[in-house]
Nanobody, 124 residues
Framework: QVQLVESGGGLVQAGDSLRLSCAAS????????LGWFRQAPGKEREFVAG????????SYADSAKGRFTISRDNAKNTVYLQMNSLKPEDTAVYYC?????????????????WGQGTQVTVSS
């Protein structure tokens, strides 16, 4: 079992950058594939980025490609989401998620563990 805690959200202006962190408890962090999702008010939770267990495979939503970078540090039990060139439409609660598998998934239902979320607000 793993517990996830996100941090790093905040209020920024369009064009700014933020780095989200997600710290995990447990000794088996490296055995989980990880994902970042977001949910804006009135919208469904959507996939943002994912990273495989051995960080050899990354994927991004089209909205994140070229601007966001997912990475993980298994020694620190932490996954990151570097977000650059932020836009107002990136405003949402961002969640990290873990699944006990080698590869991540773009489907929220495939993840068994979730953090509480961190708010990102981008003003125009």
């Amino acid at each position: 079992q793993v517990q996830l805690v996100e941090s790093g959200g905040g209020l920024v202006q369009a064009g700014d950058s933020l780095r989200l962190s997600c710290a995990a408890s447990g000794r088996t962090f490296s055995s989980y594939a990880l994902g970042w999702f977001r949910q804006a008010p009135g919208k469904e939770r959507e996939f943002v980025a994912g990273i495989s267990r051995r960080d050899s495979i990354l994927s991004y939503a089209d909205s994140a490609k070229g601007r966001f970078t997912i990475s993980r540090d298994n020694a620190k039990n932490t996954v990151y989401l570097q977000m650059n060139s932020l836009k107002p439409e990136d405003t949402a609660v961002y969640y990290c998620a873990a699944r006990s598998a080698s590869y991540h998934s773009t489907l929220a239902a495939h993840y068994g563990y979730w953090g509480q979320g961190t708010q990102v607000t981008v003003s125009s």
